[in-house]
């Protein structure tokens, strides 16, 4: 088994980290910059920044705050939200980020992602999915349906479909986000990362859901993923990222400690 990678994720509106549940009600969480320094020392994998209003208002990222965050850490920093062009891309590698998010402008425009893979390689484009499933949770063939705009808009696309894909379009990774899920601290949706991880075979981050360490083991192993994402636990001290690698590490689950 690989090294799992751990990372919190920062939802940011207005400059300022928030998190709701499945995408509503969302609560303030603290300052970006800030925040980022302090899990950059308590050993977080990665970081992944979205700018979550950024395509449902129409506007382009935040730069000077993604600018801000990258000189505070020293691992891996993922941006995404609002990324219509490959220039827009250029601008947050520019701005400091290694990888660049994008999911709606994806959906809108799928050789936006050849064309980011093409100038910049696969490895620096991060295929972002947020779906909710369309039939119940015990029905034998679930299926999932992806939305936009912040899990806004329903697109009738198929989740699979979409991320077989993305794939075949030059994406390097893939985050899957279960609408479903977010927020709510029940776990992970394991059906989904693993149905998703038999028709794609590059890293998958699990997203959404996420309420202790148990869940993250599930979805590591149970799922499949290649590493989990999580933003409430964090942002407000439920589980620190130490405690989360320590309970993997216990299992048999290789992280970075």
Not at 44 to 51: C, H, K, N, S
């Amino acid at each position: 088994m690989l090294t799992k990678r751990v990372i919190p994720c920062f939802d940011v509106a207005d400059g300022r980290v928030v998190k709701g549940v499945r995408f509503l009600n969302l609560r303030d969480a603290g300052d970006p910059v800030e925040m980022a320094r302090v899990y950059d020392a308590e050993g977080a994998d990665e970081l992944v920044f979205y700018d979550i209003t950024a395509s449902s208002d129409e506007r382009e990222i935040l730069t000077h705050v993604v600018e801000r965050t990258a000189d505070e850490v020293f691992i891996p920093f993922t941006v995404g939200g609002g990324l219509r062009t490959v220039e827009d891309m250029h601008r947050m590698l520019k701005a400091g980020a290694d990888k660049v998010s994008i999911n709606t402008s994806a959906v809108l425009d799928p050789n936006l992602i050849s064309q980011g893979a093409d100038r910049f390689g696969s490895q620096c484009i991060v295929l972002s999915i947020d779906a909710r499933r369309v039939q119940p949770f015990n029905t034998t063939r679930p299926r999932w349906e992806v939305y936009t705009h912040g899990g806004r808009r329903p697109t009738g696309m198929d989740l699979l479909e979409w991320a077989a894909r993305g794939l075949q379009l030059g994406a390097g990774e893939i985050v899957m986000n279960s609408i479903d899920c977010d927020g709510t601290h029940d776990g992970y949706d394991v059906v989904q990362l693993r149905e998703l991880n038999k028709v794609v075979d590059v890293p998958v981050i699990a997203s959404g859901g996420a309420g202790n360490p148990q869940h993250m083991y599930e979805a590591v192993v149970d799922g499949k993923a290649d590493a989990v994402l999580a933003a409430s636990i964090f942002h407000f001290g439920t589980h620190p990222i130490r405690q989360v690698k320590e309970y993997l590490a216990e299992r048999g689950v290789p992280v970075r400690l």
